[in-house]
């Protein structure tokens, strides 16, 4: 199976790190605007190889789309990433044109692949590809739940002073500062509701913390986050290559769902072979009803404003 990442940056080379660590495809291939960069990368991950025991196949390109032909899966990170004190909505001015580009690009050597969209502002740049390609939506996939839901888990783990692994919680709705929504009534320990342990109070505190999360880390680190992205995309592409039909949030194209139409966001999908396989149509309560059409209407917002961007 082979994955194509483009953009060999911080996000780009970490998952091509775990693709390669955990042997989910035998072939990636790094493809990067920056001459020489992604050959570097690509050396460097495979000068792992006898030490971690993977036998993924790592090839660096400096934009020759030609070597990335027939992927099964192509992930797109390349764009800027956001400086502290940023959103990452302000992103949208460079990124749109290079994820465009980039999305044509893949494409035309790669017609049957399933797209992984993660450069931001995410949920707008999964609408974009789907609408400049024209593709099936089930090929179109944003990744920002995963990441949030494992955020979530790490800031209740920690309130909890419990295993992260032994808590279940997802993160639904924009991938964006405000318009995340922690699904606390839902999230558990063990099966356990997680109110069981820990107070309004506490709960608020958590969300609150997910919410941030990003711009927490970006803020320390000077750029955003890459290791939890990158294992993230990791993990969604994991699903699509062994079909492993798992429950992730991902940004897709809604039709209906929770009352929304013509929008990507953030919502529990199935990940199989062919992409998103089932878009979960849970019933929230009134005050989270309330929070994703507030959450829709900044991603629809955003949304609009491609049209001047792209102009
Ligand atoms: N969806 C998420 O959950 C999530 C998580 C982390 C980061 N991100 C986003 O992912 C993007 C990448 O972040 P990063 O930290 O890896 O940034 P980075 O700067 O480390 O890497 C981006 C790479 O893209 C390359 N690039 C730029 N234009 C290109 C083009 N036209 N073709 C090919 N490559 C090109 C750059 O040369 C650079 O190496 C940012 O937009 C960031 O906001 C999203
Ligand atoms: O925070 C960012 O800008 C990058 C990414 O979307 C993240 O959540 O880590």
Same mark, same amino acid.
């Given at each position: 199976m082979k994955v194509t990442i483009v953009g060999a940056g911080n996000v780009g080379a970490s998952c091509a790190d775990v693709i390669s660590y955990r042997g989910i495809a035998s072939e990636v291939v790094l493809l990067d605007i920056k001459e020489g960069f992604a050959e570097g990368k690509a050396m460097d991950l495979m000068q792992c190889a006898t030490n971690t025991g993977f036998n993924t196949v790592i090839t660096g390109v /400096? #934009?020759?789309?030609?070597? /990335?032909? @027939? !992927? #099964?899966v192509v992930v797109i990170t390349s764009g800027i990433p956001r400086k502290p004190?940023? /959103?990452?909505?302000?992103?949208i001015g460079i990124n749109a044109g290079i994820v465009k580009t980039v999305a044509d690009n893949v494409l035309t050597h790669s017609p049957n692949a399933i797209i992984v969209v993660v450069s931001n502002p995410m949920d707008t740049m999964t609408y974009l590809t789907l609408k400049a390609t024209g593709?099936?939506? @089930?090929?179109v996939i944003g990744m920002g739940g995963a990441l949030d839901s494992s955020r979530f888990r790490y800031y209740l783990s920690r309130a909890l002073d419990?295993?992260? #692994?032994d808590v279940s919680a997802m993160v639904i709705g924009g991938h964006g500062d405000t318009t995340m929504i922690p699904l606390t009534r839902l999230a558990s320990y063990n099966g356990i509701p997680v109110s069981e342990f820990l107070s309004e109070e506490e709960l608020a505190k958590v969300a609150a913390a997910t919410m941030v999360g990003g711009a927490t880390l970006t803020g320390l680190l000077g750029t955003s986050a890459w290791y939890a992205p990158g294992a993230s995309v990791a993990y969604l592409v994991d699903s699509i290559l062994n079909d492993q039909k798992k429950m992730i949030a991902c940004s897709v194209m809604l039709?209906?769902?929770?009352?929304? !139409?013509d929008i990507c966001i953030g919502v529990p999908c199935i990940i199989g072979k062919n992409g998103i396989e089932e878009i979960l149509d849970i019933t929230l309560n009134d005050a989270e009803k309330e929070k994703f059409a507030k959450s829709a209407e900044a991603v629809i917002n955003m949304n609009e404003d491609l049209k001047s961007v792209l102009a």
């Open positions: /400096t #934009n020759d789309y030609s070597k /990335t032909a @027939n !992927s #099964n004190g940023m /959103t990452r909505e302000e992103l593709l099936p939506k @089930n090929r419990k295993p992260s #692994n039709d209906g769902e929770y009352g929304q !139409s």
